[in-house]
């Protein structure tokens, strides 16, 4: 788009009245990103693909401001004073802000070694894209796993008993036994469902032995595991902002106690932590604080 | 069909339709054009119903067939081609455009044929063109609607730029998408051209699409940014000039609840890429009766009055009149 993008109004981004209420601003925001989802028709000859991937990424930034209670009200002062419209400083500062425009880029290894064979097969395919990347692995199978096998995994595992993962190669199905590949890996790498990491065993003890997980911690866990936030937003099905909400301790922007629980359940998995721990910790919190109580009345 | 009913829109000049409303001197004549580029998606068949639609709320309307070279309305109506078109009015044998208009057998509507087998849209001279725009104005009925044709000749987008309701009609297909969006480009383009003469501005466009990359202007939408931020008081004015440049997408042939999703799509790429607020005016159903009617040479409203697709056309007829947006009241 134009070079001058410090003059894009986020409610122009998101085609709402700047007095929209939450639930427009949401819905805007979902036909939004339903309008420059890339094999939209109603999008020929007129965007181009990195167009409108720039949109999406618009889009997806403005509803991080507006969709989130806080960020919304600071950003509406800052537009009545016309100052700067990008009021980014008070999204928590962690490696989100780097994955609008590098989460393709991002590897799944901390330290990639190439020479190993098997372990690294599906970098070679093309780097998933945004949409693509929408059927990525559920929770159970692992994160090596194209989307494609992802409906196989289940008969396999179901038949053999076994965990396997499947991985493409020259554009055909291989199945090799999951046992095959792990020994595979540097010694030192642990493997979550969503990657693999270099193993801190201080830190590994220490989150084992935890029993209280807030918002910090859980990022504070995510980071360790070498886990983004779009990968897991995508992975858990959990909107980016709630996760952002969510680490950040904002019980505010939280939903309501039956859909959080549901949310910190798919954490915990894709994590690799124990869910019921997340589950009543995380849960404890949010009830306790005046603002949550208070807004969904319990 | 409907033997043991009465037919509301069944053709009886003496109902309560019978009578043709008279437009007063001081209501001017609202033009409605209805285009879209890409030939057989309907542009006919949406201004006749529409037309017929109007006429059943008691206004009285001229259809005007402005798809010269294959000018045939006529036969979407049901009539024969009349003996006067449009070509008398161009060659100065009718001196008044009225003279051309035909009364037809629906009560309240006129129609202006544009039949003729040496008369092409691309040939139509600028007088010629200039005072059946200004003739269009002073028809004595309150809606003007005019059938344009396919494609984005000059002429063509000066009709659909006169009008004063800009109809888009699209069908959910690639080829028609893009042919819709190629005509809005044209008609989008055009305009400004006579809104930069107008405000004495052409330097400034040209200089900007001249160096565009560098500025990163891709868009309609982009140039006017880059020429506010440039000169905020032209700005204005540009934007004010163009700002009666407001379309109104029609999606025909709906076939699937994702193809409605589209007309919304449409609209929001329309305002990212041009600036400019467009609104989906709603959509028509693909139905057989549509062929069948055609088949028998009459008007889908007249022949099959009860069906889903005439119940659209009303309510896109009420949208066009009265564009108040429906709220649900909780």
Redesign the interface.
Known sequence: ????KE?VNYYEVL?VAPDAPQHEVHRAYT??K??YAQD????????TKD?ARD?LKLIEEAYAVLGNHGLRTNYDSSLKSSAPQRPFTSVPKTDSSNDFAHHSALPDFAVPDPSIPGSFEERSSPAPTATKSEAFPPASTPATTPPAAAMMDPIHAAATGKRESILVTNGEFTVRKRESVVPLMPPDTGRCPLGTYKIDEALEQEIAARTEFDGPYLQKVRLYKQVSLEKLSVASRIGKTYLIALESNDFKNLPAPVFLRGFLVQLGRQLGIDEHKVVSSYMGLAKASEKYSSKYGI | MNDFTPNPFKLNPKSAFGKTPTKSSKTPTAIWAVGGGKGGIGKSFISTSIAICLTRMGKSVTLVDLDLGSANLHTCLGMKIPSQTLSDFFSGRATNLSEVSTATEIPGLHFISGFNDALNVADLDPNNKQRLIEGLRTLQTQYVILDLGAGTSENTLDFFLAADQKIIAVT?E?TS??NA??FMKSSFYRKLRTAESELGIQGLIETAMDSKNK????SPA?LI??IS?KDPQVGERLKEKIGDFHMHLLLNQVRTREDI??G???K??C???FGIESDFLGYIDHDNAVWQSLRKRRPLVIEYPYSSIVGQFLGITKNLLNPTPLRAVI
């Open positions: 788009m134009l070079g001058a003059s085609e036909r939004a339903a309008t939209n028709p109603a999008l020929y000859s007129m965007f167009e949109l | 959910p690639p998408i893009e969006y190629r500025l990163g202007i891709k982009d940014r880059y931020q999703e589209l919304e799509s449409m929001s790429v305002r990212k890429y």
